[in-house]
């Protein structure tokens, strides 16, 4: 059964926008839905009694495939060389995003960032579909 690549990363992003495990996605294997649940706020559906069986797989949030700080060095060390040992410097504090981000806008680099991490988050949620047997359509 495949499943629409666009669903799977509206799930994805929903997954990471939440707080550490406030917002969870499964998909079934079986048929291809795939289920929200969220630990705040109204949940239009319940989720299946047997959603802990091996039928259904975690949707994955960005920290677990790699894509939080990882990601930033990665595009700081290719496209911000000069300002690399910033932006560690910056992500060894609270509110890193914020502050990461003014240093884009500084740098005339913010859209090429949100170009890299879009890209770089479509390939690793596209590595994970392989590695895990989920096939994919692109409807």
Not at 30 to 42: A, E, F, L, N
Not at 49 to 69: A, T
Not at 94 to 121: C, I, M, P, T
Request: proline share 3%.
């Amino acid at each position: 059964m495949a499943v629409s690549f666009s669903d799977l990363q509206l799930a994805f992003e929903f997954v990471s926008s939440g707080g550490m495990g406030e917002n969870e996605a499964y998909l079934d294997r079986r048929s291809g839905k795939i289920y929200w649940h969220s630990k705040v706020g109204d949940n239009d559906e319940e989720l299946p009694d047997d959603i802990d069986e091996e039928n259904y797989i975690s949707i994955p949030d960005k920290r677990e495939l790699d894509l939080g700080k990882p990601l930033v060095l990665d595009f700081a060390r290719e496209f911000l060389p000069d300002d690399y040992d910033e932006v560690r410097h910056i992500f060894s504090r609270r509110g890193a995003y914020h502050q990461y981000k003014e240093l884009l806008v500084q740098r005339g680099a913010l859209e090429r960032w949100y170009d890299f991490s879009n890209k770089s988050e479509e390939m690793a949620l596209r590595e994970w579909c392989a590695e895990n047997g989920i096939e994919t359509s692109e409807t």
